[in-house]
């Protein structure tokens, strides 16, 4: 409130400068205010991307030797799977048990 006063005074005795001051003040009002909501707004989309990401989920392979060029192998297996985007959905893996299952079946 002191500030308006000021500027009130400002405007009243200086009408040059003092429009050259608001004009500062107002840049410098709207600076602050527009980086406090910018961060905020950045706050926002890194929660929302954080809670939206899938789930990745690693999975090791058992401890049992793997022939040569066979991890090779069955990694391009997987990429194949996954398609262009790398993401496996819960159905994929389901229809790869399928296969198997139906073509280890005896």
């Given at each position: 409130m002191d500030e308006l006063k000021l500027l009130i005074e400002m405007v009243a005795n200086l009408p040059s400068l003092a429009v050259w001051v608001l004009v500062g003040y107002l840049i410098y009002k709207v600076?602050?205010?527009?980086?406090?909501?910018?961060?905020?707004?950045?706050?926002?989309?890194?929660?929302?991307?954080?809670?939206?990401?899938?789930?990745?989920?690693?999975?090791?392979?058992?401890?049992?030797?793997?022939?040569?060029?066979a991890i090779e192998a069955l990694n391009a297996q997987i990429a194949r799977l996954a398609g262009p985007s790398g993401y496996i959905h819960m159905s994929d893996i389901q229809k790869l048990r399928e296969a198997l299952d139906a073509k280890l079946k005896p």
């Open positions: 600076a602050i205010v527009g980086s406090v909501y910018g961060v905020i707004r950045l706050a926002i989309i890194k929660v929302h991307d954080w809670k939206v990401k899938p789930v990745e989920v690693r999975m090791k392979l058992g401890a049992q030797p793997l022939g040569e060029g």
